[in-house]
Every structure is written in structure tokens, then in C-alpha cells.
């Protein structure tokens, strides 16, 4: 009989926490090659997204100070996306994650955001950063 | 028939008069307790009165700070977190009105659920928790504002007032489908 492979399932997910307009978003770790402040940021060969446009902010709540640009390598795409600023890494477990409520799911155009976690029960989006880069 | 049996008719006649007046006043204050009682959680919205079915609602909350979630549309600020468990926020005022609900001390999120489906609606307070017979609700009269006419269940009359009974199950569907 063939054996099923095992498939290793994490427990706690390492999260960069940014704060924008008083809400929480993470990101999972994983899926950040690095993180420049706006001096650093060598922007050839990147394709530059901003955050609030992808996730559909409202216009009137975007704010303009832009600080830091989180690295996506994703080969053959590198991506930089524009974020206001950093909070905290942090590592969250499953037990702390729950599912996109039905009526936010069947309304929202921010499909990237996958879960809401609870940390110390402040409520944080969980956006998957590779869905937030599809068209 | 001399003076005196005419007055003893008047007088029968007038006692039994006063006796019918006081059984048809009996009449109305009886109530009949066969009929069916179903429980309302009464709402206000601008200055209307509002109502659902009390078996639909879970709990009523003071109003607490909504995490905003990107991309809904202005009849959903958010969510909130209620003992561990995230739930979204609908504001009834917004989705029905096209007016959002301004928080004051008064404002409350009632906590709805209907076949699997759970919510916060956000409203501008509430005012009473009470049993109603049933047989109360009337059919929703055809003059009311079109925004509301996909949600209405029925009328009942309420005090002086009426009160416009919602479906909750309706709007949750609206924004479902």
C-alpha cells in the first residue's frame, strides 16, 4: 500500500504585525523576503504595490506617509509593497486564528484577507500576501 | 299600570343598562389565554420603532470599538470580538437607511443568528424586551419606505406606536446572495 506523504502542519505561524489606520494586519513570515525602510529602498527591478489599494482602503482613509516597503520574491515577480509602518513579529498560534465571518466573506473585495487572528484580544487581518499580489 | 310599577321598570331598565355597559367594558380587558406569546427585542432607528423575533437574538451589547476591515461596503464597519469568538457588524441604519448609526451611550450591537448565520447589528438603541401575542403581527402595509419592503415580516401594534417587524433571516440573505 502506498504511503500518503506526510505533510507537516505548522501550529504557529511567525506574523509581521503592521498597524494602519488604527487596525492590525499580519503577514505571514514566510512569505516576506525582507523589509526596507524608504532610504533603503532600491526600487529597479521591483514591481512597487501599495497596500491600501489592494486591500480597497477607502480613499479618504489612506494615509500618505509611507515608510517601509516589505520585499515578495516570487520568482520570476519581485514585488515591494508599500506599508505605513511596522508593529511587531510575533507567533501565533492556530488555536488563535478564526475564519472570515460569512457575511464579511460574501461582501469584502479584500479576498486576501484569509483569517482573523486574536492577540493579547486585539483583533488582527490575516492577509495572505501572495493572493494580495494577483490581479 | 299606575305611577309606581312605572317606576320600578325605569329603574330595572336603567340598573340593567349600567350592567350591559360595565360587561362590554369586561369584554374588552379579557384576555384570552389561549393565544399564542412570542417574545420581540424592540429597537429604535432614526425615530422609528423596530422589532425581531426574540428567538433570533443571542444577546444585546453596548456599543465596543469595531476593528475596521477593508473592502466591505459602509453597511459593514467591521468586526468584534465576543468572548474569543470574531463576528461581523452590520449597521442596520447603513444597509436600510443609507445613513450610518452615530454612537452615543445609547447605541447598542445586537448579537442575531439565523440558520448558521451570525451577526452584529448595530443599532441606535434598544428598547424593550417583551412577550406579544402572535396574533398581533399584521401584514406590512404597502406605504412603507421601498428600502424596507424586501425585510418586512409585519406590523404590531406597540403603546401608541407601531412597530416594524424585520426578518432577520432576509437580510441576511440579501447580502449573502
Known sequence: MKKEPCKIVPNKIDTLIVTVMESSFGMDMAQISGILSVDQMDTEGYDIVNFYEKLHFPENAVCDVLRRGLLIERLPHRTLILIDDLKDIVSIGIECIHPVPPLIKAVTKAQAIWAFALVNGKIISLVDVYQLLQK | ????????????????????????????????????????????????????????VKEIRHFEKISFVPGCPDYIPGVINIRGEIESVLDLNEFIRGIPTLETSKTRIIIAEKRDLKSGILVDSVIDVLDLPLNDIKKPISTHDISLRDYLEGEIPYKDKCLVLLDIEKIFEKIIL
Open chain 2, 1 to 56: 299600570m299606575n305611577q309606581t310599577d312605572d317606576s320600578f321598570s325605569k329603574k330595572y331598565i336603567d340598573k340593567t343598562e349600567d350592567l350591559l355597559k360595565v360587561a362590554r367594558t369586561r369584554k374588552k380587558e379579557i384576555i384570552d389565554l389561549d393565544q399564542k406569546l412570542a417574545k420581540f427585542v424592540i429597537f429604535l432607528m432614526g425615530q422609528s420603532y423596530y422589532a425581531f423575533h426574540g428567538a433570533d
